[in-house]
């Protein structure tokens, strides 16, 4: 446990800006993009037992689901106290000891911690077809439903990987029925789950809301998806390019009582989201500008939900700008270098595992409605950066409108 004055002396010492370590994050599961920036010596630096690093995490005061080998930091992202990366506490730790100081009284209140994180997922090949659980569902096993959002930034995505297209629930003529004989064969054969699916071909700069209960199965490009403190799956598909998952994917976040029940399996879909006959009308997010002047543009890139939201803030070649918002929030910096707040700040060009950076922060509250100024110091290229948020950022534009004007 990181000391109080530590923490306290770090907070007022950068203006209530914190400077986060990388946090990579290992999966047993699929092969690596390789597009995160990091070490091609690297990817294996919790063992090869443990898979290859495939996300790096942003924001985070969560411990992710890995398996039992899983550390007991895995997941949680660090403040940097110096140079010296052993010189560190937990985000989650200065949530703890600065509570709404830090993140705000509506966070504290209503959650008592920091309730979301970013990431970024990188996959050579498209992920299995899987849903996240909603939060009633999830409250059954002693955890949290996940809602989550993408965007694909063009920075991190100089290549597409094998198949840059995402399923999103199943086509308008299947029938429940349909689904559940194939969850039936779960153990004994390719269940081929997404031939009742439809595939949407990712575009770069876009992106989508997900909903919890959607079954979907992710694109090869590198995706930032801000999401819920939440790491629970149900994974629908068994065989993915020729790599076999195990029934304990399909059930690990069901009570132990039901994970032979394919009906309870079954209901933990959303069936009226997963068959939308206008699926991409309602979730999928084209940016929406904020502001575009000399300086700097600034767009929403996930909104449209109760949850979670993010901007993409581009700051113009040797301009710079004070950027208010109105609630605490995490950021990446994807492409340039200059000034945020009182850090240098650059994006990452290849990255050590362990290495401190001088791309990802976090602002608390104060400083957030304060303002931070940027500065750009290249004289070519943009400075880019990705800003998450909670729900208490009021500003966040929260419903669409349908064909008939009423509010998603």
Known sequence: MAGIRKIRETYEKNGGIFRLIPTFVPRRFSQPGRRLRLHPDDYYALGTDRGAIKERWFSSVIQCMNGEKTREDEGFSYVSCSNDPRDRFTLKEAVEELGAELIGRYLMDTYGTWPMYSKFFDYEEPLFHHLHLGFEAAAAVGRLGKPEAYYYPPQYNNVPGKFPHTYFGFHSDVTPEQVKER????????????ELSRAYRIQLGTGWYTPPGVLHAPGSYLTYEPQWNSDVNSVYENIVDGEVYPYSMLVENCPPERQQDLDYVFSLLDWEKNMDLKYREHYFREPIVITDNEDYCEKWVVYGNDYIFAKELTVYPGRSARIQDC???????????????????????????????????????????????????????????????????TEAPRSLKTEAGESL
């Open 183 to 194: 969850l039936a064969h779960y153990e004994t054969e390719d269940t081929r789950i997404t």
């Open 327 to 393: 609630a605490a929030y995490g950021c990446i910096l994807v492409q340039g270098h200059g000034k945020f707040g009182g850090y240098n700040a650059e994006a990452a060009g290849m990255l050590r595992f362990g290495q401190l950076s001088a791309d990802e922060y976090f602002v608390g509250e104060l400083a957030a409605k304060q303002g931070v100024l940027i500065e750009n110091h290249s004289q070519f290229e943009p400075l880019v950066m990705l800003k998450h948020f909670a729900p208490s950022n």
